[in-house]
Protein backbone atom coordinates (compact mmCIF):
# COMPACT_ATOMS: atom_id res chain seq x y z
CA UNK A 1 0.00 0.00 0.00
CA UNK A 2 1.51 3.15 -0.91
CA UNK A 3 0.65 6.27 1.10
CA UNK A 4 1.13 10.03 0.05
CA UNK A 5 1.70 13.14 2.56
CA UNK A 6 0.14 16.25 1.15
CA UNK A 7 1.98 19.63 1.93
CA UNK A 8 -0.78 21.99 3.61
CA UNK A 9 -1.40 24.90 1.20
CA UNK A 10 -0.57 27.85 3.04
CA UNK A 11 -2.56 30.27 1.03
CA UNK A 12 -5.51 28.13 1.54
CA UNK A 13 -6.51 30.29 5.09
CA UNK A 14 -6.29 33.78 2.91
CA UNK A 15 -9.10 32.05 0.71
CA UNK A 16 -11.43 30.96 3.52
CA UNK A 17 -13.48 34.31 4.62
CA UNK A 18 -13.27 35.51 8.23
CA UNK A 19 -16.54 35.78 10.07
CA UNK A 20 -15.74 39.28 11.74
CA UNK A 21 -17.57 41.94 13.31
CA UNK A 22 -18.45 44.68 11.21
CA UNK A 23 -16.76 48.41 11.76
CA UNK A 24 -18.65 51.95 11.69
CA UNK A 25 -16.09 55.06 11.30
CA UNK A 26 -16.76 58.57 11.78
CA UNK A 27 -15.30 60.14 8.57
CA UNK A 28 -16.69 63.61 8.78
CA UNK A 29 -16.52 65.95 10.81
CA UNK A 30 -13.12 65.10 12.70
CA UNK A 31 -14.50 66.74 16.04
CA UNK A 32 -17.07 64.62 16.91
CA UNK A 33 -18.50 67.41 19.58
CA UNK A 34 -20.91 69.33 17.94
CA UNK A 35 -22.59 72.64 19.03
CA UNK A 36 -25.97 73.61 17.03
CA UNK A 37 -28.83 75.40 17.63
CA UNK A 38 -32.14 73.59 17.32
CA UNK A 39 -33.89 73.26 14.76
CA UNK A 40 -30.24 73.30 12.64
CA UNK A 41 -29.50 70.07 10.54
CA UNK A 42 -26.56 68.03 11.50
CA UNK A 43 -24.81 65.28 9.20
CA UNK A 44 -22.10 62.92 10.15
CA UNK A 45 -20.66 60.76 7.50
CA UNK A 46 -19.47 56.95 8.15
CA UNK A 47 -17.45 54.48 6.81
CA UNK A 48 -19.65 51.00 7.12
CA UNK A 49 -17.69 47.70 6.32
CA UNK A 50 -18.07 43.80 7.06
CA UNK A 51 -16.74 41.28 5.67
CA UNK A 52 -19.88 39.67 4.65
CA UNK A 53 -22.93 42.09 4.36
CA UNK A 54 -24.40 45.03 6.31
CA UNK A 55 -28.05 45.36 7.29
CA UNK A 56 -28.63 47.97 9.56
CA UNK A 57 -27.59 51.04 10.85
CA UNK A 58 -29.02 52.34 13.94
CA UNK A 59 -28.92 55.83 15.91
CA UNK A 60 -29.86 55.78 19.57
CA UNK A 61 -29.90 59.01 21.19
CA UNK A 62 -29.36 59.66 24.83
CA UNK A 63 -30.22 63.08 26.41
CA UNK A 64 -28.09 65.07 29.17
CA UNK A 65 -28.92 68.30 30.76
CA UNK A 66 -26.20 71.00 31.20
CA UNK A 67 -24.40 69.20 33.90
CA UNK A 68 -23.94 66.36 32.43
CA UNK A 69 -26.87 64.35 33.92
CA UNK A 70 -28.53 61.80 31.90
CA UNK A 71 -31.96 63.04 31.68
CA UNK A 72 -33.81 60.99 29.32
CA UNK A 73 -33.82 58.57 25.91
CA UNK A 74 -35.11 59.48 22.22
CA UNK A 75 -36.47 56.48 19.91
CA UNK A 76 -33.54 54.59 18.68
CA UNK A 77 -33.33 56.14 14.34
CA UNK A 78 -32.95 52.69 11.71
CA UNK A 79 -32.06 53.00 8.86
CA UNK A 80 -31.56 49.50 6.08
CA UNK A 81 -28.16 49.62 4.88
CA UNK A 82 -26.46 46.63 2.42
CA UNK A 83 -22.98 46.29 0.68
CA UNK A 84 -19.35 45.18 2.40
CA UNK A 85 -17.82 48.67 2.40
CA UNK A 86 -19.57 52.08 2.52
CA UNK A 87 -19.80 55.79 2.65
CA UNK A 88 -22.96 56.69 4.89
CA UNK A 89 -24.01 59.76 5.38
CA UNK A 90 -26.49 60.15 8.54
CA UNK A 91 -28.79 63.68 8.73
CA UNK A 92 -30.41 64.85 11.56
CA UNK A 93 -32.30 67.92 12.72
CA UNK A 94 -31.41 69.20 16.19
CA UNK A 95 -34.29 69.04 18.38
CA UNK A 96 -35.81 71.79 21.01
CA UNK A 97 -34.16 71.13 24.03
CA UNK A 98 -33.10 73.98 26.78
CA UNK A 99 -29.91 75.25 26.30
CA UNK A 100 -26.97 73.41 26.63
CA UNK A 101 -28.34 70.17 26.77
CA UNK A 102 -26.38 67.73 25.07
CA UNK A 103 -27.74 64.43 23.09
CA UNK A 104 -24.91 61.37 22.55
CA UNK A 105 -25.80 59.67 19.62
CA UNK A 106 -24.65 55.97 20.27
CA UNK A 107 -24.28 54.84 16.75
CA UNK A 108 -24.49 51.16 15.45
CA UNK A 109 -23.80 48.88 12.22
CA UNK A 110 -25.52 45.64 12.24
CA UNK A 111 -24.46 42.90 9.61
CA UNK A 112 -26.92 40.14 8.63
CA UNK A 113 -25.56 37.66 11.44
CA UNK A 114 -26.22 39.94 14.13
CA UNK A 115 -22.87 41.37 14.87
CA UNK A 116 -22.26 45.01 15.47
CA UNK A 117 -19.98 47.40 16.14
CA UNK A 118 -20.37 50.76 17.65
CA UNK A 119 -19.33 54.45 17.55
CA UNK A 120 -20.44 57.60 18.90
CA UNK A 121 -21.16 61.80 18.42
CA UNK A 122 -22.16 64.68 20.86
CA UNK A 123 -24.84 67.68 19.55
CA UNK A 124 -24.50 70.19 22.58
CA UNK A 125 -27.65 72.59 22.23
CA UNK A 126 -26.91 76.50 22.09
CA UNK A 127 -29.41 79.39 22.69
CA UNK A 128 -30.62 81.49 20.31
CA UNK A 129 -28.42 83.98 19.79
CA UNK A 130 -31.33 86.70 20.51
CA UNK A 131 -31.87 85.38 24.00
CA UNK A 132 -30.28 86.67 27.04
CA UNK A 133 -26.54 85.36 28.56
CA UNK A 134 -27.57 82.97 31.55
CA UNK A 135 -24.26 84.53 33.19
CA UNK A 136 -22.14 87.32 33.26
CA UNK A 137 -18.76 87.27 32.64
CA UNK A 138 -16.77 89.44 34.78
CA UNK A 139 -13.09 90.64 34.28
CA UNK A 140 -9.86 90.90 36.34
CA UNK A 141 -6.22 92.06 35.28
CA UNK A 142 -2.96 91.26 36.39
CA UNK A 143 -2.84 87.98 39.23
CA UNK A 144 -0.01 86.08 40.19
CA UNK A 145 1.15 82.71 41.26
CA UNK A 146 4.02 81.70 41.98
CA UNK A 147 5.86 78.03 41.93
CA UNK A 148 4.68 74.63 44.18
CA UNK A 149 8.20 75.09 45.55
CA UNK A 150 7.66 78.88 47.28
CA UNK A 151 5.26 77.19 49.72
CA UNK A 152 2.95 79.85 49.08
CA UNK A 153 0.66 81.58 46.88
CA UNK A 154 0.74 78.52 44.24
CA UNK A 155 -3.14 78.24 43.93
CA UNK A 156 -6.25 79.93 43.10
CA UNK A 157 -9.83 80.89 43.53
CA UNK A 158 -11.03 82.50 40.46
CA UNK A 159 -14.61 83.96 41.95
CA UNK A 160 -13.32 84.97 45.57
CA UNK A 161 -9.56 86.14 43.46
CA UNK A 162 -7.61 84.77 46.66
CA UNK A 163 -4.23 82.99 46.09
CA UNK A 164 -3.70 80.13 48.53
CA UNK A 165 -1.97 79.41 50.80
CA UNK A 166 -1.31 82.69 52.10
CA UNK A 167 1.18 81.89 54.62
CA UNK A 168 3.56 78.40 54.26
CA UNK A 169 2.10 75.82 56.92
CA UNK A 170 -1.60 76.71 56.78
CA UNK A 171 -3.84 73.81 56.71
CA UNK A 172 -3.87 72.22 53.38
CA UNK A 173 -7.05 69.59 53.75
CA UNK A 174 -9.04 72.94 54.33
CA UNK A 175 -7.57 74.63 51.33
CA UNK A 176 -7.46 72.42 48.83
CA UNK A 177 -11.34 72.38 47.85
CA UNK A 178 -10.79 76.71 47.58
CA UNK A 179 -8.28 76.09 44.97
CA UNK A 180 -9.65 75.81 41.58
CA UNK A 181 -6.08 75.53 40.16
CA UNK A 182 -2.55 75.33 41.56
CA UNK A 183 0.92 75.17 39.75
CA UNK A 184 2.14 72.00 38.94
CA UNK A 185 5.77 71.49 38.53
CA UNK A 186 7.37 72.44 41.61
CA UNK A 187 10.17 71.00 40.40
CA UNK A 188 14.21 72.34 41.18
CA UNK A 189 16.17 73.62 37.88
CA UNK A 190 14.53 74.14 34.42
CA UNK A 191 11.13 75.18 35.09
CA UNK A 192 8.09 74.20 33.10
CA UNK A 193 5.09 75.96 34.34
CA UNK A 194 1.91 74.00 34.37
CA UNK A 195 -1.60 74.14 35.55
CA UNK A 196 -3.42 71.48 37.46
CA UNK A 197 -6.59 70.60 39.52
CA UNK A 198 -5.87 70.09 43.42
CA UNK A 199 -8.05 67.52 45.02
CA UNK A 200 -11.54 69.01 44.14
CA UNK A 201 -12.09 65.32 42.81
CA UNK A 202 -13.48 65.11 46.59
CA UNK A 203 -17.08 66.79 45.47
CA UNK A 204 -17.11 65.66 42.00
CA UNK A 205 -15.92 69.40 41.20
CA UNK A 206 -12.38 68.92 39.40
CA UNK A 207 -11.29 72.00 37.61
CA UNK A 208 -11.38 70.88 33.93
CA UNK A 209 -8.60 72.27 31.06
CA UNK A 210 -8.82 73.26 27.82
CA UNK A 211 -5.99 75.71 25.77
CA UNK A 212 -7.01 77.58 23.05
CA UNK A 213 -5.22 81.04 21.72
CA UNK A 214 -6.68 84.35 19.80
CA UNK A 215 -6.94 82.65 16.60
CA UNK A 216 -9.64 80.56 17.62
CA UNK A 217 -11.34 82.50 20.55
CA UNK A 218 -12.23 86.16 21.52
CA UNK A 219 -11.22 87.30 24.70
CA UNK A 220 -12.19 90.68 24.82
CA UNK A 221 -15.38 89.92 23.32
CA UNK A 222 -16.03 85.94 25.61
CA UNK A 223 -19.26 85.81 26.20
CA UNK A 224 -20.90 82.34 28.58
CA UNK A 225 -22.02 81.12 25.21
CA UNK A 226 -18.45 81.94 23.29
CA UNK A 227 -17.17 80.57 26.47
CA UNK A 228 -18.72 77.59 27.01
CA UNK A 229 -18.78 76.87 22.90
CA UNK A 230 -14.86 76.70 23.06
CA UNK A 231 -14.39 74.58 25.91
CA UNK A 232 -16.77 71.82 24.91
CA UNK A 233 -15.62 71.91 21.20
CA UNK A 234 -11.98 71.18 22.52
CA UNK A 235 -11.69 67.19 21.89
CA UNK A 236 -9.95 66.60 24.75
CA UNK A 237 -10.47 68.76 27.95
CA UNK A 238 -7.80 67.58 30.50
CA UNK A 239 -7.49 67.49 34.54
CA UNK A 240 -3.40 69.17 33.75
CA UNK A 241 -2.73 71.62 31.57
CA UNK A 242 0.44 71.40 29.04
CA UNK A 243 3.65 73.63 29.69
CA UNK A 244 1.86 77.28 29.03
CA UNK A 245 3.62 80.09 26.83
CA UNK A 246 2.71 83.63 26.73
CA UNK A 247 -0.47 84.61 24.68
CA UNK A 248 -2.07 81.30 25.88
CA UNK A 249 -5.60 81.39 26.93
CA UNK A 250 -6.34 78.80 29.50
CA UNK A 251 -10.48 78.09 29.86
CA UNK A 252 -11.12 76.26 33.58
CA UNK A 253 -14.50 74.88 33.86
CA UNK A 254 -14.81 75.47 38.01
CA UNK A 255 -18.11 73.30 38.17
CA UNK A 256 -20.42 70.99 36.65
CA UNK A 257 -23.77 72.09 37.49
CA UNK A 258 -26.20 73.69 37.64
CA UNK A 259 -24.63 74.66 34.25
CA UNK A 260 -20.92 74.71 33.99
CA UNK A 261 -19.38 77.93 35.45
CA UNK A 262 -15.86 78.66 33.69
CA UNK A 263 -12.61 81.10 34.27
CA UNK A 264 -10.91 82.00 31.14
CA UNK A 265 -6.97 83.02 32.21
CA UNK A 266 -4.90 84.86 29.18
CA UNK A 267 -1.26 83.95 29.91
CA UNK A 268 0.94 87.51 30.09
CA UNK A 269 4.70 86.49 31.37
CA UNK A 270 6.35 83.65 32.98
CA UNK A 271 9.10 84.67 35.00
CA UNK A 272 12.02 82.13 36.03
CA UNK A 273 13.95 83.43 39.02
CA UNK A 274 16.78 81.67 37.47
CA UNK A 275 18.73 80.95 40.54
CA UNK A 276 17.51 77.21 40.54
CA UNK A 277 15.24 77.22 43.18
CA UNK A 278 12.54 78.22 41.93
CA UNK A 279 10.74 80.05 44.71
CA UNK A 280 10.27 83.45 42.94
CA UNK A 281 9.09 81.57 39.37
CA UNK A 282 5.67 83.32 38.61
CA UNK A 283 2.61 83.27 36.34
CA UNK A 284 0.73 86.19 35.32
CA UNK A 285 -2.49 86.19 34.17
CA UNK A 286 -5.69 88.23 33.24
CA UNK A 287 -8.64 86.29 33.62
CA UNK A 288 -12.24 86.05 33.12
CA UNK A 289 -15.25 84.82 35.46
CA UNK A 290 -18.62 83.65 34.82
CA UNK A 291 -20.84 84.40 37.28
CA UNK A 292 -24.96 84.34 38.25
Known amino acids: MLFASCKPDEELGDLIPLDEDPAITVTAPANTRLLRRAGESVTVSFRLADK ?32 QNIPFDFTLTVPAL ?36 PYKVLSYQQDTIFNLRSGTRYAFNFTARTRLPALPGQNLDTLRLQMDIAELSGSQGLWLPRLHSPSNNVLGLDSV ?84
Do not use: H
Open 52 to 83: EALKLFRAVPRIFDASNTPVGDALPIDIEVSG
Open 209 to 292: FVITNAEKFNYEEATYTTIFQAFFSDPAPALNTPVLKVGDYVIVRLIKSPRPQFAVMRITSLKDDGAGLNIRDEIRFDYKVTTP
Open 98 to 133: DPYFRIRYTCYVLDTKGAWASTEFWVTILPDPAAPE
